[in-house]
T-cell receptor, first 109, second 112 residues
């Protein structure tokens, strides 16, 4: 069973920040949070991951709450090419990715 | 570096036939994973190889599915005989360790 819940969909204006929430209230202490996205018919594309601390890379930032029961993915300046399904994922058993249903993000001009 | 390659990209077969999917991981990646999404469902884990050894095949739906990774390089996933409910997209992923996972584009399997 999926360990994450996300909004089904959200819209974002081009050039603005997109904040994608995710709940993972049953996450265990050593389970990482990963974010991937899937653009149309491509395979899932890695975005970022973290355990406890906030993380940032060239694509996005990941904010994890202190109790680790939720997190937010931030796309700082959304572009039309960021339109995709975004998956918040918990890594269980040290290697297995538990996908949820994802959030369909539509970036509008 | 080259990505994870899967083929065929699409396969349409009749119920009862056999299909073999192939995955070429990124060179040097000892870990290889199979996932699938069936219609309307979430992407689900199927199994995990470390080199040529199956570490976890708990997600394999039944004994009609057979995965191999001879020599620890490419992997195959055979479905024999295929059933209608096997239709979906099968993804392969690889990683050097258990942190960074690179997925292939998937094989869309349609059983008619």
């Amino acid at each position: 069973d999926a360990k994450t819940t996300q909004p089904t969909s959200m819209d974002c204006a081009e050039g603005r920040a997109a904040n994608l929430p995710c709940n993972h209230s049953t996450i265990s202490g050593n389970e990482y949070v990963y974010w991937y996205r899937q653009i149309h018919s491509q395979g899932p594309q890695y975005i970022i991951h973290g355990l406890k601390n906030n993380e940032t890379n060239e694509m996005a930032s990941l904010i994890i709450t202190e109790d680790r029961k939720s997190s937010t993915l931030i796309l700082p300046h959304a572009t039309l090419r960021d339109t995709a399904v975004y998956y918040c994922i918990v890594r269980v058993d040290d290697y297995k990715l538990s996908f949820g249903a994802g959030t369909t993000v539509t970036v509008r001009a | 570096e080259a990505g994870v390659t899967q083929f065929p990209s699409h396969s349409v077969i009749e119920k009862g036939q056999t299909v073999t999917l192939r995955c070429d991981p990124i060179s040097g990646h000892d870990n290889l994973y199979w996932y699938r999404r069936v219609m309307g469902k979430e992407i689900k884990f199927l199994l995990h190889f470390v080199k040529e050894s199956k570490q976890d095949e708990s997600g394999m739906p039944n004994n009609r599915f057979l995965a191999e990774r001879t020599g620890g390089t490419y992997s195959t996933l055979k479905v024999q005989p295929a059933e209608l409910e096997d239709s979906g997209v099968y993804f392969c992923a690889s990683s050097r360790n258990n942190y960074g996972y690179t997925f292939g584009s998937g094989t869309r399997l349609t059983v008619v």
